[in-house]
């Protein structure tokens, strides 16, 4: 189930609200700038599916958010648990950073824990199939996969080399849960 976690950056174990009513989270989200919507296929995903046939049964939100943001280009990731390169693929974006053009993700499939911090606050998102969240430029986040991740997601581009990660070189992401499906988020 989504989730959205606000905490002050000092206090990682005392949210400040906890709620996993999109719409609530929708509203707390539009306050810092980050958009998050639901999507729904217009015709089924099964595993397996091609990278066209993904993104043709969400065409109709694919094109309204090309059109709306000016993406160049779409493509879609899939990481399964036994990737063998899963723990550098987790590794690389668990610090704080931030990118030189928007970060907007729908998850088709499985989950992730995006972590966004903000005028001193820690605003975690776990995202899950069916969510979209756009982080702004600059926003700087961190982005927890998993130990043993599991997700499809659509992914939108401004600029081929738009998506580099900036790191702050700050420790914040390792005083906040990491995110170990199957147990509970609290």
Same mark, same amino acid.
């Given at each position: 189930?989504?989730?959205?976690?606000?905490?002050?950056?000092?206090?990682?174990?005392?949210?400040?609200?906890?709620?996993?009513?999109? +719409?609530?989270?929708? &509203?707390?989200? @539009?306050?810092? =700038?980050?958009?998050?919507?639901?999507?729904?296929?217009? /015709? %089924?995903?099964?595993?397996?599916?091609?990278?066209?046939?993904?993104?043709?049964?969400?065409? +109709?939100?694919?094109? &309204?958010?090309? @059109?709306?943001? =000016?993406?160049?280009?779409?493509?879609?990731?899939?990481? /399964? %648990?036994?990737?063998?390169?899963?723990?550098?693929?987790?590794?690389?974006?668990?610090?704080?950073?931030?990118?030189?053009?928007?970060?907007?993700?729908?998850?088709?499939?499985?989950?992730?824990?995006?972590?966004?911090?903000?005028?001193?606050?820690?605003?975690?998102?776990?995202?899950?199939?069916?969510?979209?969240?756009?982080?702004?430029?600059?926003?700087?986040?961190?982005?927890?996969?998993?130990?043993?991740?599991?997700?499809?997601?659509?992914?939108?581009?401004?600029?081929?080399?738009?998506?580099?990660?900036?790191?702050?070189?700050?420790?914040?992401?390792?005083?906040?849960?990491?995110?170990?499906?199957?147990?509970?988020?609290?």
């Amino acid at each position: 189930m989504s989730r959205l976690r606000i905490f002050d950056d000092g206090t990682p174990d005392a949210p400040r609200l906890s709620t996993d009513d999109h +719409a609530a989270m929708a &509203r707390e989200l @539009a306050t810092i =700038g980050v958009a998050f919507e639901q999507w729904e296929a217009s /015709a %089924p995903v099964r595993p397996g599916d091609t990278p066209e046939a993904i993104m043709e049964a969400y065409r +109709a939100d694919i094109d &309204r958010l090309v @059109a709306e943001r =000016g993406f160049r280009s779409v493509d879609v990731v899939s990481i /399964a %648990p036994d990737n063998p390169q899963r723990e550098a693929m987790r590794g690389k974006f668990l610090d704080e950073h931030f990118h030189k053009e928007d970060e907007v993700r729908f998850f088709v499939a499985g989950s992730g824990l995006f972590s966004l911090h903000v005028d001193g606050k820690v605003y975690e998102v776990l995202c899950e199939a069916g969510d979209l969240i756009a982080v702004p430029d600059s926003t700087t986040h961190w982005f927890d996969m998993g130990p043993e991740p599991s997700f499809i997601a659509i992914r939108f581009f401004t600029e081929p080399d738009g998506w580099v990660g900036h790191f702050t070189g700050t420790d914040i992401a390792q005083r906040f849960p990491r995110y170990e499906k199957g147990q509970a988020l609290q």
